[in-house]
């Protein structure tokens, strides 16, 4: 089980301190902004930068490193002016990513317009198709929102159609555990894992799969409120997060912190998710 945490050191700065960050964290991945998550500046990485960042990771036999795409970009916004910045920063954002070498770029899945759900679901398939057209080696992912309102894809079912209209196969999905219990996955009981990835299966998103960011939640399930909890002081608690990291689907990809703390609360953070890991058979993963 790959376990790690969002860095919140940006730009150059961030490329560069990253790998002793996440070892400081106990950690064996990392997600990264590549340029002012607040800004429409997109990543400016120098060759020689790039380059030693790639070597210096795959020389530390860690995991692997995912950028998380500036909050700004709304790949299904109805304004033309933040449309047309939203693509050219996820652009922007694919083609460093490249240069970096980092397996998967996260975007958000947007929301749209009051009362214009399928124009908004259309927006949000050309801006991927546009993304995933300008990445070379990484894969561009969607991450699904909380239920908030205009949401392009909160559930999976949503996220179904976007895939389906987008019409991209390697496009992959980012699970975010507060995000889910946001929008009503029961992820605090013992059987919501299990749920969750029998509704993975049944609508052919396994394979999609990407990432998880894995938050506790501070609001109870079905709020539709999106603010992180370390992990098991929040309302999906340890027997939830027992359950999760008992699902090989689930832990078959990088799980990303979130969480409000400093290094060594995501230590802790970590080491809560390990030790509630079962045992590994005998040869296994």
């Not at 500046?41 to 530390?60: L, Q, T």
């Amino acid at each position: 089980m790959r376990v790690g945490a969002h860095l919140r050191r940006q730009g150059r700065e961030g490329i560069h301190g990253a790998l002793e960050a996440t070892i400081e964290r106990g950690a064996d991945c990392a997600q990264l902004f590549l340029s002012n998550a607040r800004a429409w500046a997109g990543p400016r990485v120098a060759d020689e930068d790039a380059a030693s960042f790639r070597a210096a990771w795959e020389a530390s036999g860690l995991g692997p490193v995912v950028a998380h795409a500036p909050y700004l970009v709304n790949i299904a916004s109805p304004n033309p002016e933040f449309l047309e910045k939203s693509r050219a920063l996820a652009v922007a954002s694919a083609q460093a990513c490249d240069r970096l070498g980092i397996a998967v770029l996260v975007l958000h899945a947007g929301a749209g317009g009051p009362g214009e759900p399928a124009e908004a679901l259309e927006r949000a398939a050309e801006t991927l198709r546009i993304a995933a057209g300008a990445a070379r080696d990484v894969r561009v992912s969607v991450e699904l929102m909380a239920g908030t309102s205009g949401a392009v894809a909160s559930l999976l079912p949503e996220a179904a159609r976007l895939f389906e209209a987008a019409g991209v196969d390697g496009v992959g999905l980012v699970l975010d555990t507060c995000h889910l219990f946001a929008a009503d996955y029961e992820l605090d009981a013992p059987h919501g894992a299990g749920a969750l990835v029998a509704e993975l299966e049944s609508h052919g998103l396994t394979g999609r799969l990407a990432l998880i960011h894995a938050n506790d939640s501070k609001f109870p399930r079905g709020e539709r409120r999106d603010r992180h909890e370390n992990i098991g002081d929040g309302f999906i608690g340890e027997a939830g997060w027992r359950a999760i990291v008992s699902e090989p689907v689930l832990t078959g990809v990088p799980l990303i912190l979130e969480t409000p703390a400093d290094a060594e609360r995501h230590r802790e953070d970590i080491a809560r998710l390990r030790a509630w890991a079962p045992p590994r058979e005998p040869g296994g993963a």
